[in-house]
């Protein structure tokens, strides 16, 4: 039985899932988080839906372990690959990044003319279109893999020239359908911000699943009876099959904090 | 005991050693190959040396396995992770693509300056300036780490203008050393050869370590009497650890001909 005390547990396929960290650590502050970034198979946004599948269940089944009372699946890959499968293997509360990422798309959007980035495994799974479409049949999804931007962002090139050339050209399809809201559909795009402002027309909507995932989460802690009490201050505890040289670097510019309580689990 | 007829095992991280299984399979037509491509786990050039010793580890156990005679790490950053390690642990001959590679580097370059582009983990390793100077301890190298060219010849992005700047900014360092001769140490970086040439001044030889890697097998296996029979057409067997969606094509890029016998083996 899950109880309000227990921690909440996050995965992802590296560390731009703490971008969903951050944002639970300052509208839920009181709550405890296990963190697991998988760094030592990322990406996933470029392997087969079968795989995805495989390494989400594993590392569910991790945080399992470490009884969490809720899931929150911060990988957009994993997500539209697994969520439906994870929801029925596991008897907690799982919340996602793409229904909430939908839902604030259709909020900002005036034309419903909605624009996603993402990797080739979350654009070719049609979650976002299929989420889209259950909200409102009339919205219209066009949508472009991004596959360079992981590695660019992970080099620390999110602000370069050569960053925003790929901008251009993974954009302009979108552009050309007129978008007036774009979805950063994956965990590292929110650093991208700056540059897609650049090349995108002015007034176009970013929308980053961060705060509206963490807003759905919030809900069903409430209506679960599962929040932990106030005044007291949730501890972080970060864990990853990998550690290669960059990760605090890394870690801490997705984060927005120091990272500390790291601890790697070999697999 | 090996024999003769025993396959000869190759593994990378991905599809990239390929090129050395087409090198293997021109100058050794009658051996039998099995591949190993860990896909579902791949880049291993921006992991952690011990996570890349693990997985080399598991990769050799998998070709025990299939009873090789001979093993080939065909992934730059395995061999200057794990290339001591797996000598030391299996009892079999254990060819690597460094020390070919920087012998064949020093065999072109007039100066002995000499630069090496490669993933983080094998620039970072050391491995082939240690190579290089037990070679020729006169021998100069610079080396410059390439993160972003094994993505973007994924993407099918190898005579892209973009990969053309990126390579500009890559080189440059190398440039104003004056090098002669490049090591190209990352078994995907053979099809960037032309965009490498345009940048490069005129007359820097490019060193891949294909043919000198398979070179040094050839005379291993006729030193232990393990070479198969002439006149015989081997059989090359491929297993991956994932099979995306762009497998074929990109299996295809490298190896030079039709790929068959793939099996995905789920870890």
Redesign the interface.
Known sequence: MSKSRDPIGVFDSGLGGLTVVKAIRALLPGEDIHYFGD???LPYG???R??II?FSIQNTEFLMRQRIKALVVACNSSASAAYAVLRRRFSLPVVDVITPAAREALLASPSGRIGLIAT?ATV?SGAYDKALRALNPRSRIYSAAC??FV??V??GMAADR?TQ??AV?YLAPLMRKKIDTLILGCTHYPLLAKVLKQVLPRGVHLVDSARPTVQGLAEILSQHGLKNGRGRKGKLSIYV?????SFTEIGERFLGEKLSHVEVV?R
Do not use: N, V, W, Y
């Open positions: 760094l030592a198979r470029t392997k087969s079968e795989q495989r080739r070719e596959p360079l590695p660019l992970e080099e050569l050339l790929m050209r099959s990998d550690k290669p040289r070999r």
